[in-house]
């Protein structure tokens, strides 16, 4: 079974840059996606990005040129790089990982952009 653990959200001006890691352990697989989905209040849940293990990224429109995904296959560590962060990103953030067998998510971090 894996387990996802969250760090980094927080609150930030408009503007202003924040990291989110996401840290994988138990079964990883060979054959898989790791990446970032987020919920704003009275909305679904969206892809925010995504990478493949062989290195393929996906970012919602939304994001591209803002945010950043990057991984550690070694360490199974996932990390979102989000600058320019406006207050429509204000969400709760969700570490997701994904086989074509399961899904698993992370407990979520909260973003907040705002003055």
């Known amino acids: 079974q894996v387990q996802l653990v969250e760090s980094g959200g927080g609150l930030v001006q408009p503007g202003g840059s924040l990291t989110l890691s996401c840290v994988g352990s138990?079964?990883?697989?060979?054959?898989?996606?790791m990446g970032w989905y987020r919920q704003a209040p009275g909305k679904q849940r969206e892809m925010v990005a995504r990478?493949?293990?062989?290195?393929?990224?996906k970012y919602a429109d939304s994001v591209k040129g803002r945010f950043t995904i990057s991984r550690d296959y070694a360490k199974n560590i996932v990390t979102l790089q989000m600058n320019s962060l406006k207050p429509e990103d204000t969400a709760v953030y969700y570490c997701?990982?994904?086989?074509?067998?399961?899904?698993?998510w992370g407990q979520g971090t909260e973003v907040t952009v705002a003055q």
């Open positions: 138990g079964r990883i697989g060979s054959m898989n996606y």
């Open positions: 997701n990982y994904e086989t074509g067998f399961s899904t698993v």
């Open positions: 990478v493949a293990s062989g290195s393929a990224r």
